[in-house]
């Protein structure tokens, strides 16, 4: 089985900084692409930023020069960077990641827990 466990949300004033983290623990053999998702109350679950295994980025454009993702393969782990935060930015914050399993063929989707992060203006 495999595990993401997201942390680093919280309260932060507008123009804050948050580090969001994301850990993937298990039976892994590697891992491809990781993501952050957010969803706000009562909005559907959006994408964020992408990174894939090789280092590539894309971002949402709501988020270009503010957020930066990065990931750690030697720790299974993605990270989100949060700087100049808005008030438009709260919401739940998921990561998932697409992970080939020891023994087992394919690659397989798991999302984590979600972590709320609350922007005050």
């Known amino acids: 089985q495999v595990q993401l466990v997201e942390s680093g949300g919280g309260l932060v004033q507008a123009g804050g900084s948050l580090r969001l983290s994301c850990a993937a623990s298990g039976s892994i053999s590697s891992i491809n692409a990781m993501r952050w998702y957010c969803q706000a109350p009562g909005k559907q679950r959006e994408l964020v930023a992408a990174?894939?295994?090789?280092?590539?980025?894309n971002y949402a454009d709501s988020v270009k020069g503010r957020f930066t993702i990065s990931r750690d393969n030697a720790k299974n782990t993605v990270y989100l960077q949060m700087n100049s935060l808005k008030p438009e930015d709260t919401a739940v914050y998921y990561c998932n990641a697409d992970v080939l399993r020891v023994g087992v063929p394919g690659s397989y989707r798991y999302w984590g827990q979600g972590t709320q992060v609350t922007v005050s203006s």
């Open positions: 990174i894939t295994s090789s280092g590539s980025t």
